[in-house]
C-alpha cells in the first residue's frame, strides 16, 4: 500500500487503481483529463482519512516543488513514459495519447 499515489492516466480504471493503492491517511493527486465519469468509493475517502488532489500543475509553484524531488532521484518521471515520436509524427503521437494506444500513459515528442 502506498501512503501517497499520482494518478495521470485520465481512464476510469486508473482512478480506481490509485484508490486501491492508497493507505490509511494516504494522498491521491489525481492529474489525468477524465472524459468519463468517475466513479469513488466515498467511504473509503472517509474511512481512510484520505486527501484527494487535483493539479494541473501549472505555475512557478509546481515547478519549484517538482524540481528538487527529481534532482534528488525521489521521483523518476522516465519509467512513466510508455511512447516516445519524432516531431515529423507528432499526429500519430497525439492520436496515441488520447486514444490510449498500447496503454499511452505518458507521449513524448523529440524534435
Known amino acids: 500500500m502506498a501512503d501517497f499515489v499520482i494518478e495521470t492516466s485520465g481512464t476510469v480504471e486508473g482512478a480506481q487503481q490509485a484508490l486501491d493503492m492508497i493507505q490509511k491517511d494516504g494522498r491521491i493527486c489525481y492529474l489525468g483529463i477524465y472524459r468519463k465519469l468517475v466513479p469513488l468509493d466515498l467511504e473509503k475517502l472517509i474511512i481512510y482519512n484520505l486527501k484527494f488532489i487535483g493539479s494541473r500543475g501549472e505555475g512557478q509553484h509546481a515547478i519549484e516543488r517538482i524540481i528538487p524531488l527529481l534532482t534528488s532521484g525521489r521521483l523518476n518521471f522516465r519509467k512513466m513514459i510508455t511512447h516516445k515520436f519524432r516531431l515529423v ?11 490510449r494506444i498500447d496503454g499511452a500513459l505518458s507521449v513524448i515528442v523529440n524534435p
Not at 509524427?89 to 486514444?99: E, P
Request: net charge negative; aromatic share 28%.
Open 89 to 99: 509524427d507528432i499526429n500519430d503521437a497525439f492520436y496515441t495519447f488520447v486514444n
